[in-house]
């Protein structure tokens, strides 16, 4: 389905990237992917010619930068951006740090903005391309003790429309995936009494697989979602009705 396509993925390493990154290269397409310090969970999906790991840190515009422009000259274009690189720093407001805040709104949203930029460079001269930007049903309806993490995620929404509008002529589309709880490294540490009480708040009674949702990216980001842009889908088994 995505044969002679050229990815970047954020935060590809493990979780609902890493289930994004092996989505997209089982239906053909090239994909590098970033990751910070777990040079080993990298390198388990690597390899040399299909899925591509860059040590890249997506609060650092530099890097960013030039990873994108790795990535062109390997691949010779980009036809694809998944901003999924994302933090949690949970606390109350009160009990909140300014590193907290700072660390959260730099990796989740000043993250999207730095590869985004250079990213979008490329598709304007290509006049194509697909953006699909990892955010949260937090973003929405706003979670307790994460008003760093709900703000830099209802950005991302913010970002995603208003990017929408800018580059739609180009013929390249800019959607998000609001997701609820997944099986993942990030839910795996919270502790019983929540995960209990989460689950008694989503009509489908369980928590989402990270395989789940990179089979709704995988559509987002090919021909058949070719005629939607500016749209935020909710993937949350229901938690946010």
């Known amino acids: 389905m995505l ?3 050229v990815a970047i993925v954020t935060g590809g390493s493990r979780g609902i990237g890493r289930a994004i990154v092996q989505a997209l290269a089982r239906e053909g397409a090239k994909v590098a992917f970033t990751y910070v310090q777990n040079k080993t969970a990298a390198d388990e999906i690597a390899n040399d010619d299909t899925i591509v790991a860059f040590q890249a840190d997506v609060t650092n515009f ?4 030039d990873l994108v422009k790795q990535v062109k000259e390997k691949f010779g ?3 694809i951006l998944v901003n999924n690189a994302g933090i949690t720093r949970d606390k109350l407001l009160l009990m909140m740090s300014e590193k907290d805040w700072d660390d959260v709104l730099d990796t989740n949203l000043k993250g999207a903005f730095n590869l985004t930029k250079p990213v979008v460079g490329v598709m304007l001269r290509q006049r194509s391309g697909t953006i699909l930007n990892i955010t949260s049903i937090s973003g929405i309806v706003g979670m307790g003790g994460q008003v760093n993490y709900s703000s830099s995620k209802a950005g991302m929404i913010g970002f995603t429309k208003a990017l929408a509008k800018e580059i739609a002529k180009a013929n390249i589309t800019v959607n998000a995936l609001a997701l609820g709880f997944v099986e993942t490294d990030m839910t795996g540490v919270l502790n019983a009494e929540y995960k209990t009480k989460a689950l008694e708040e989503i009509p489908l009674g369980r928590f989402g697989k990270p395989e789940e949702m990179a089979e709704v990216a995988l559509f987002m980001l090919s021909s058949h979602a ?6 935020v889908l909710q993937v949350d088994g229901g938690l946010a009705i």
């Open 77 to 79: 274009r980009i036809d």
């Open 62 to 65: 530099d890097q960013a930068k």
């Open 3 to 5: 044969s002679g396509k």
């Open 226 to 231: 070719s005629y939607i842009t500016g749209q």
